[in-house]
């Protein structure tokens, strides 16, 4: 069955550190990437995803997230936590013959500390 | 384009009253999907559309739960006999049918079953 682990439900950084959120994701054929952030009582926005082609991707806000064949990863970083970054931060996978139903993982809790 | 809509944004309701939200996704998405997301969890699928179709409803939790999009525009998602489980923030996204594409999500209703 695919499934998403996010490993480290609460994740707490100095402001100006590194952010890393972890993503695993389990499945033998190759997935579709995302990673959406969630602030308190709006939907979900997208971060970045990763289809094909290069496998370190940009996105907004200053994140980006490698996926690692090898590893069955996609783990997402930024070199520099700001305040505004606390938020609620979700991966998913989805797969081509999955008719784009996403697959989330439970999320990851970031707090930036002053 | 404002994006996804959903309506209404809060719902209180008795045990055993009927509900139903409607989502109004972005005009030229094909696709329109329905999660549940509970506290502390990611969204978890529950159906979706193309167009008017509905491609997959297995995931549905109950057959209390029901899910159309007539004209393959707006859709709407019941819930007969609501049950304290059900309450929930029932979120609607919307994407283009194209393998990997993003989905784009509204604000939710979050529903609450006294």
């Known amino acids: 069955a695919q499934s998403v682990t996010q490993l480290g439900s609460h994740v707490s950084v100095s402001e100006g550190a590194l952010v890393l959120l972890r993503c695993n994701y389990s499945?033998?054929?190759?997935?579709?990437l995302f990673w959406y952030v969630q602030y308190p009582n709006q939907g979900l926005q997208l971060l970045l995803k990763?289809?094909?082609?290069?496998?370190l991707v940009k996105g907004i806000n200053g994140f980006e997230a490698e996926f690692k064949k090898s590893e069955t990863s996609f783990h997402l970083t930024k070199p520099s936590a700001h305040m505004s970054d606390a938020a609620e931060y979700f991966c998913?996978?989805?797969?081509?013959?999955?008719?784009?139903?996403?697959?989330f993982g439970t999320g990851t809790s970031l707090t930036v500390i002053p | 384009d404002t994006g996804v809509s959903q309506n209404p944004r809060h719902k209180i309701t008795k045990r055993g009253q009927n509900v139903t939200f409607r989502c109004d996704p972005i005009?030229?998405?094909?696709?329109l999907y329905w999660y549940r997301q509970t506290l502390g969890q990611g969204p978890e699928f529950l159906t979706y559309?193309?167009?008017?179709?509905?491609?997959?409803k297995s995931r549905l939790l109950s057959d209390r739960f029901s899910a159309e999009r007539p004209k393959g525009s707006f859709s709407t998602l019941e819930i007969q006999r609501t049950e304290q489980g059900d309450s929930a923030m029932y979120l609607c996204?919307?994407?283009?049918?194209?393998?990997?594409?993003?989905?784009?999500f509204g604000p939710g209703t979050r529903l609450t079953v006294l």
């Open positions: 005009s030229e998405h094909n696709r």
């Open positions: 990763y289809t094909t082609g290069a496998t």
């Open positions: 499945s033998s054929v190759p997935p579709y």
């Open positions: 998913a996978v989805t797969y081509p013959t999955a008719g784009n139903q996403f697959y």
């Open positions: 559309f193309q167009n008017e179709a509905q491609l997959e």
């Open positions: 996204a919307s994407s283009l049918g194209q393998r990997g594409a993003e989905q784009f």
